[in-house]
């Protein structure tokens, strides 16, 4: 059987390109494209490829060949992905230089570098090829020869080939993945940077034999990826099914993430159904598990330096901070995480032990970060061994065994299969070493002591005497100050700080600059630390006893431990008599109502990161916290952006925390009228389908750039936003909600992609509405969007 089928496959191995190009619309020397709003472009003769330049923002240019027949024009090669073309750029074709792509001003941005080689025309092969050949129709320089991230069929690779993944997946500069047929003939996975050796691969083909000359990566026309020697043996087969591309389109890519996939595309007319994987591959997508597949000495691992990657339920990678580190780069969740917090001090005699903590992270290690073990301990050793040493970040402990690490932490990894525990050590006080509020107390506190040890040293009595006087003081001080405040109970691990209500009127120079208001409270900015001036929001609440109580607490509690990305992080309080206070990270971008309903419309992509932030920091509210949070309150307003224009969720004011194992629960109606669930009016159950349900409303308002209800619509069928869409959805007319945006026009798949999730979003039946993890991956194209039911006409009545 074996041999059958090696049989079959070297049947369908395509022959070598032939040195006679195809000359059906053939470009002529002087052809150029210019890079503008009218997307002007070279097409195959079948019109399923397209070379030409794709807007990547208001001014910026891709010189790119993409899938012209597919809604998301689909990109499979670049050319200036790390410089982008200003408005205006043109790519010319010359006898001399080949494809030349310069500024408005003449200056080059990118060649393909053929000085002197006799260039007589360029074609667009219906392959996705783009050729230069010469006059007696030899190919001189062509884009399968110079792969960018994608592969596609017939294309063949030989030794010493690369493929790159691009950094993000809007931003196709070169990434930290690189896929490369060494010119030992062993096909390797490596993440960057260089230099580089065989024991860094996280993947291999095993294939390095001699002679050393003739491999080649094959990709042919039956959807097979697989690596041949000099005689055509095959040696290694990446992908093992078979789909005809005469009914697909094809693409083998190795993603941001650093997994090599493959996906296919129906060619039928009107197909929404997307990319899909198409195949089955011997050990799964390449590697099966990237987060435990990188076990380089050095190097940043799948995330980078201080970060952990999980694998989610779509097989795909996700890279999180550890409690007490932010990402390095709000834009790039894959670029790393730094403390937030100051380390502990090596220096004098006397280590800060006591203003440390350790936070349990099961399952969690960086296995190569370790400079010192133990053996035969208990957790208790390890955590006390780790708080003592000031080099150690992290203790990791297992069967009896200490393992102290220190940063930058590298290869880091959540794995159920592991076992095992990371204690993170997080600082108590984690926005400065020198809080001028303990220093303030500790002076307060002993200044009696102190100033009678100096007036009086020379007598022991009556020292011994003062020092019981002022202890006396003190306590009698502190019962008083008890009395006045009923402190929440917190984990000190949490890593927020305690405020005195003195030093939040010094920080917002006593309330002097309004952020927001809102039912509960009014926010105010405020500074800490005269040297390093860390902007903050300090949330006031409003004098309404038993709720502000309730809302404080809820807050508190329900933020307090939560560490993600796409929530606002708390970093302190105050409970001080009838002073309830919370001090937030400043966002100064303001609320995503705001940026959205305001007088420019915001950037397409841009308001695709939004939406795919909030639905992830959700699903993290939803599934991954200690206790489940229901948000309960999902609107633009409590959606904020700092200053990269990454979205954090925030007030959680009327947050409602479920206890474990425990998925819904009954309350009164908490929210904002327009994006109340319907159980919520009708004496149901309330679960996190309600933030479903809200976040339906929200991702509409994030497609069409407008408001949930607009009374002054210019027709009557648009003043209700859900019926509008809807009514655009079900008549095949999507591209109206964006008529107006050409960015969103020109990427009409995801926009569909995302109305069909929305749909489902705000159905009326909680038990049809996917979960928060569900969607996440209906937006990131991970999972496909089947057709939604029609939202009950109950949603334009409430």
């Known amino acids: 059987m074996a041999s059958v089928m090696l049989g079959i496959l070297l049947i369908l191995v395509p022959l070598p390109l032939s040195a006679g190009a195809q000359t059906s619309g053939n470009l002529t020397l002087g052809s150029s494209l210019t890079a503008n709003d009218k997307n002007s472009s070279w097409l195959s003769p079948s019109g399923e490829f397209a070379f030409g330049f794709r807007k990547m923002g208001r001014e910026a240019h891709l010189l790119a060949i993409w899938f012209e027949k597919i809604e998301d024009k689909t ?71 110079q792969p960018t991230d994608t592969v596609l069929p017939t294309q063949q690779l030989g030794q010493g080939s690369k493929v790159n993944a691009r950094y993000s997946e809007m931003n196709y500069s070169a990434g930290r993945f690189l896929f490369t047929l060494q010119t030992d003939g062993n096909l390797v996975l490596y993440a960057t940077p260089t230099p580089l050796k065989p024991s860094d691969a996280y993947w291999a083909s095993a294939t390095a034999s001699t002679p050393r000359i003739g491999f080649q990566l094959i990709f042919n026309q039956s959807g097979q990826v697989y690596l041949t020697n000099s005689t055509g043996t095959v040696l290694n087969i990446v992908t093992s099914g078979t789909v005809p591309t005469s009914k697909f389109y094809q693409r083998a890519i190795l993603e941001y993430d650093g997994v090599f996939r493959q996906y296919v595309h129906p060619k039928t007319a009107n197909s929404t159904s997307g990319w899909a994987m198409g195949w089955t591959m011997v050990s799964s997508p390449v590697p099966s598990n990237i987060c435990t597949s990188i076990e380089r000495t050095a190097g940043t691992g799948a995330c980078g330096f201080n970060s952990y990657c999980t694998l989610g339920d779509d097989q795909r990678p996700r890279c999180q901070c550890p409690p007490g580190y932010t990402l390095l780069d709000s834009t790039n969740e894959m670029n790393g995480c730094r403390q937030n917090f100051v380390s502990q001090s090596c220096e004098g005699s ?25 053996s035969q301990q208990t957790e208790d050793w390890c955590r006390e061994a780790c708080l003592a040493d000031c080099f150690c970040a992290v203790a990791f402990f297992k069967d009896g065994n200490c393992w102290k690490k220190k940063i930058p932490l590298f290869n880091g990894r959540m794995d159920t299969s592991g076992g095992g525990k990371s204690l993170m050590k997080v600082r108590i006080d984690n926005l400065t070493s020198t809080s001028t509020g303990n220093g303030q107390k500790k002076s307060k506190n002993s200044t009696l002591v102190i100033i009678g040890s100096v007036l009086l040293s020379s007598s022991m009595f009556l020292n011994l005497l003062l020092f019981l006087i002022s202890y006396l003081v003190y306590k009698s001080f502190r019962s008083k100050v008890s009395k006045l405040s009923r402190p929440v109970q917190m984990n000190q691990a949490t890593g927020t700080q305690t405020f005195t209500y003195q030093e939040l009127q010094q920080a917002t120079d006593g309330c002097k600059e309004e952020l927001g208001r809102g039912a509960f409270g009014t926010v105010y900015k405020g500074v800490l630390g005269f040297e390093h001036r860390n902007f903050v929001a300090v949330k006031a609440l409003a004098t309404r006893t038993g709720e502000r109580e ?44 705001d940026f959205l309903f305001g007088s420019s419309r915001p950037s397409w992509y841009k308001r695709v990161e939004i939406a795919c932030g909030v639905a992830r920091g959700l699903s993290y509210l939803h599934d991954d916290c200690t206790r489940h949070i229901i948000h309960c309150d999902i609107k633009p307003q409590n ?121 489902w979003c705000i159905q009326e039946e909680p038990a049809l509405r996917p979960t928060m993890k569900k969607i996440t991956q209906m937006l990131e194209g991970a999972v496909e969007v089947s057709v939604p039911p029609d939202p009950s006409s109950f949603i334009s009545a409430i």
């Open 75 to 145: 990109i499979v090669w670049s050319a200036n992905g790390g410089n982008l073309a200003p408005e205006g750029s043109t790519v010319r074709l010359t006898a001399d230089n080949g494809l030349v792509l310069a500024d408005p001003k003449g200056r080059e941005l990118w060649s393909s570098s053929l000085i002197g080689t006799g260039v007589a025309y360029a074609a667009m092969l219906n392959t996705g090829n783009f050729i230069l050949a010469s006059t007696n129709h030899v190919n001189l320089w062509d884009t399968f020869s």
């Open 350 to 374: 006397r280590p800060e032990n006591d203003q440390f903590a350790l936070r349990d992270m099961p399952n969690t290690d960086w296995p190569q970060s370790g400079y010192d073990i133990s």
């Open 550 to 593: 309730k809302e404080f607490e809820r807050e508190v509690s329900a933020i307090g431990q939560a560490n993600h990305k796409n929530l606002v992080q708390l970093l302190g309080f105050c409970n001080e008599g009838q002073n309830r206070l919370l001090v937030y990270e400043f966002m100064s971008n303001g609320s995503l109502a």
């Open 639 to 759: 959606i904020l952006l700092d200053g990269s224009l990454v979205a954090k969720i925030s007030d959680f004011g009327l947050a409602k925390l479920l206890m474990a194992n425990q998925t819904q629960t009954t309350t009164g109606v908490r929210g904002t009228r327009g994006y109340l669930a319907p159980e919520w009016f009708r004496n149901m159950p309330i679960s996190g389908k309600v933030d479903v349900y809200s976040f339906g409303i929200l991702l509409l308002e994030l497609i069409c750039c407008r408001k949930n209800y607009e009374p002054e619509a210019e027709t009557e069928a648009q003043v209700v936003l859900v019926d509008w869409v809807y009514n655009c959805y079900h008549d095949g007319n999507i591209i109206v909600l964006v008529e107006s945006d050409e960015e969103a026009s020109s990427d009409i798949r995801r926009v569909r992609r995302f109305v069909m999730t929305a749909l």
